[in-house]
Antibody
Framework: QVQLVQSGAEVKKPGSSVKVSCTASGDTFGSHSVNWVRQAPGQGLEWMGGIVPVFGTRSYAHQFRDRVTLTADEATGTAYMEMSSLKFEDTAIYFC???????????????WGQGTLVTVSS | DIQMTQSPSSLSASVGDRVTITCRASQTIGTFLNWYQQKPGKAPNLLIYETSTLQSGVPSRFSGSGSGTDFTLTISGLQPDDFAIYYCQQSYSTLFTFGGGTRVE
C-alpha cells in the first residue's frame, strides 16, 4: 500500500521561498510521476506540475512555470516542490499525488499526500 | 490548456436521491476523464478513471459515462457518506486540468 507523507505546515513572508517534501512511505515512486496540486482556501484543485523521479523529466502548468521547481531524490523516494517569490495569494494547501507510470502518463492520480498548508503572511 | 467546466457548482439532495454531475471539456479528450471526491480537510480520493472505470473499493452506486467533450458522474442512491465535493479532471493532455468542483449538500 503506497502512502505519500508530506512535510509540515509552513508560514512564510512575501517574497520568500518555500520547499515542500513528499515521501513515498514503504517504497520509492518506481517509474510513476509525482504531481503537485494546489488548493487555495475554499477553492478548487489546480494542477501545478509533475515530475517522473526515475528520469527527472518535468512538466509545469503555464502559470507556475516561472516560480516553481520540482525535484526528486529517487533513491530516498522523496519529491520536492519549491516555490519562490511567494505572494499572499499563494496561501493554500499543497498536495502531492502519484500519477501514472512513465509510459502511461494519462493515468489518474491514485494516491495523494495529506497536504501541506503554506501560509504567506507579513 | 484544456478547460474543464462542471455543472452545477452545487446541488442539494437527500439520502436515496439519484444525483448527476456534468463535466464539459473545451476540446475533445476521448475518454480520459477522471472523477475525484473530496471531503473537508482531506485529500481528494479517486473514484472513477477513464470515464467509467471504478477505482478499487468504490461503491457501485457511482458510475460515469460520456466521451469526447461531455461527461457525467451519477450517484444512484445517495448515501450520507457521499456528501462532499466532486471534481472532474482531464488526463488527455498531461497538462492536467480540473473542473471547478460540484458541492453535494
Amino acid at each position: 500500500q503506497v502512502q505519500l507523507v508530506q512535510s509540515g505546515a509552513e508560514v512564510k513572508k512575501p517574497g520568500s521561498s518555500v520547499k515542500v517534501s513528499c515521501t513515498a512511505s514503504g517504497d520509492t515512486f518506481g517509474s510513476h510521476s509525482v504531481n503537485w496540486v494546489r488548493q487555495a482556501p475554499g477553492q478548487g484543485l489546480e494542477w501545478m506540475g509533475g515530475i517522473v523521479p526515475v528520469f527527472g523529466t518535468r512538466s509545469y502548468a503555464h502559470q507556475f512555470r516561472d516560480r516553481v521547481t520540482l525535484t526528486a531524490d529517487e533513491a530516498t523516494g522523496t519529491a520536492y516542490m519549491e516555490m519562490s517569490s511567494l505572494k499572499f495569494e499563494d496561501t493554500a494547501i499543497y498536495f502531492c499525488a502519484r500519477g501514472g507510470e512513465w509510459d502511461l502518463p494519462r493515468r489518474p492520480f491514485d494516491y495523494w499526500g495529506q497536504g501541506t498548508l503554506v501560509t504567506v503572511s507579513s | 490548456d484544456i478547460q474543464m467546466t462542471q455543472s452545477p457548482s452545487s446541488l442539494s439532495a437527500s439520502v436515496g436521491d439519484r444525483v448527476t454531475i456534468t463535466c464539459r471539456a473545451s476540446q475533445t479528450i476521448g475518454t480520459f476523464l477522471n472523477w475525484y471526491q473530496q471531503k473537508p480537510g482531506k485529500a481528494p480520493n479517486l473514484l472513477i478513471y477513464e470515464t467509467s472505470t471504478l477505482q478499487s473499493g468504490v461503491p457501485s452506486r457511482f458510475s460515469g459515462s460520456g466521451s469526447g467533450t461531455d461527461f457525467t458522474l451519477t450517484i444512484s442512491g445517495l448515501q450520507p457518506d457521499d456528501f462532499a465535493i466532486y471534481y472532474c479532471q482531464q488526463s488527455y493532455s498531461t497538462l492536467f486540468t480540473f473542473g471547478g468542483g460540484t458541492r453535494v449538500e
